[in-house]
């Protein structure tokens, strides 16, 4: 390979990962499996990248809010080493539903006023975008701080043990709300759900019912395939997943900050991650 080549090649290798970057804005939480069985240990990694395809983040304690995991009414800090990957290591101890949520510190982030308002059109933020048209003049760059509120849902289950299939316990078997400061609720259960059945969920914000905010689902396998639709007035979303498999259902929410801060605007990236199987064995 001349020196030349070299050169040409490693300037464009340059320009992908800054185009990369610029576009991985989305964060999840990937267990080493979703389904799982009672006993064993499952790593938990905090990813980043578009279409479910991106890097594993190390764990950071100084940007750490809160890491923690909910099983029925009992709800525990998830342990890990401060710089190590995976980011969580969670203990299996019995059959259910377990609920895992994260949620960061502020990061800072700045954009030119091109990359914000793509950014803003990818993610339906309308208000932001009426806010900025009324503006007369714009800052040369735009500031923001966001936090990122990211769940997972793993089921726990002795296979070939009616008495632990994800339906034979139906009470500790709902997603919840976990206190995060934006949140998305699966509101039916997906380890006993299928392909084409309904699928709602509930953005909550501060708690409460969050409306027009556009929401996006991404299947793992075909991620060009993505669904989205606007939150009600009572923050509800009507999927109908149409496949099984790795899902990401995430959505942004951004308020304008007052004068004279360091940011212009704090947004606050959601996520929900889990498997729907391809068939039930309890509806």
Sequence with gaps: MTRTF???????????AATTSLRAHDFWIEPRA???TPGGLVGLRLMVGQDMLGDALARDDAGLERF?????????????????????????????????????RPHALELSPAKFDSYLGEEGLDAVQTILAGMT??????????????????????????ASAPGAQAAGQRDRAMGLTLELIADRNPYTSAPGQPF????????????????????RDDPGARIS??????????????????????????IAIPPGGAADWQSFW???TFELPAGTEEQ
């Design 6 to 16: 070299r050169i040409v090649a490693t300037a464009a290798l340059l320009v992908l």
């Design 34 to 36: 979703f389904t799982v």
């Design 68 to 104: 923690i995991v909910r099983r029925g009414d009992d709800q525990q800090s998830i342990p890990g080493r401060d710089g190590g990957e995976p980011a969580g290591i969670l203990r299996v101890i019995g059959p259910g539903l377990m609920i895992v949520g994260y949620q960061s």
């Design 137 to 162: 003049t714009r800052p040369m760059v735009a500031r923001e701080q966001y936090i990122r509120c990211a769940k997972a849902l793993l089921s726990s289950r002795v296979h070939g043990d009616p």
């Design 200 to 219: 709602p969920v509930t953005l909550l914000y501060h708690g409460a019912p969050q409306p027009d905010a556009l929401v996006i689902a991404v299947n």
């Design 229 to 254: 639709a606007r939150s009600n007035a009572q923050g509800r979303v009507n999927f109908t997943l149409p496949r099984g498999g790795v899902w990401l259902i995430k959505t942004v929410h951004m």
């Design 270 to 272: 959601a996520s929900l």
